[in-house]
């Protein structure tokens, strides 16, 4: 399987902290993306970042991507109680037609 | 509003009655693409289509067929459920493949007894 993995499964922090979670894969891709779950519902795209870029910027996000490790970080700053989600990384080979999803970070932010 | 729609949303059914789940998105994407989640295990793809009348096998397809005659519809079926098939299904599409962003539906959470 191409599927990548998230580090860690769950992260717990305290409203105002950073949290930074880890997502690594298997093959060479074409992009990597990153998106947000809260429990149970449709997953929401929060940034993408192609091979040939190494950091990106979005707001409260900054995602940074290693295709020398195979491997990507997601960190957002000064983080809120609307944040608690589950984070899943997903990427596209640059071979294929299909996305590959990691199996997720459940962030929780302590009010 | 931009978005993807599947329904039902939730379905509660038997072993080996066939069903159907529908996809439908307006926002004129050629790519679209079903997942189902499962604890532990994250999103695995199940079928995904590039465009009209074009469909491709994902991770785990065995059990399942899929359909794309209009470029907005994608609906996915299966024949004869089973206990395995219990999950919670995702519809998606982005423009241009795989190269942007998806948008995903709301989810059909399913329970085969």
């Known amino acids: 399987s191409q599927q990548g993995e998230e580090d860690p499964q769950a992260l717990s922090i305290q409203e105002g902290e950073n949290a930074t979670m880890n997502c690594s894969y298997k093959?060479?891709?074409?992009?990597l993306q990153w998106y947000r779950q809260n429990s149970g519902r449709g997953l929401v795209h929060l940034i993408l970042i192609r091979s040939n870029e190494r950091e990106k910027h979005s707001g409260r996000l900054r995602v940074t991507l290693d295709t020398s490790k195979k491997s990507s970080s997601l960190l957002i700053t000064a983080s809120r109680a609307a944040d608690t989600a589950s984070y899943f990384c997903?990427?596209?080979?640059?071979?294929?037609?299909?996305?590959?999803f990691g199996t997720g970070t459940s962030l929780t932010v302590i009010p | 509003e931009a978005q993807v729609t599947q329904n039902p949303r939730y379905l509660i059914t038997v072993t080996g009655k066939k069903l159907t789940v529908t996809c439908s998105q307006n926002?004129?994407?050629?790519?679209m693409s079903w997942y189902r989640q499962d604890p532990g295990l994250g999103l695995r793809q199940i079928y995904y289509s590039m465009n009209v009348e074009v469909t491709d096998k994902g991770d785990v397809p065995e059990g399942y067929k899929v359909s794309r005659k209009e470029k907005r519809n994608f609906p996915l079926i299966l024949e004869s459920p089973s206990p395995n098939q219990t999950s919670l299904y995702f519809c998606?599409?982005?423009?241009?493949?795989?190269?942007?962003?998806?948008?995903f539906g709301p989810g059909t959470r399913l329970t085969v007894l």
């Open positions: 926002m004129n994407h050629e790519y």
């Open positions: 998606a599409s982005s423009w241009g493949g795989v190269d942007n962003e998806q948008f």
């Open positions: 997903a990427t596209a080979t640059n071979t294929g037609n299909q996305f590959y």
């Open positions: 093959t060479s891709i074409n992009n």
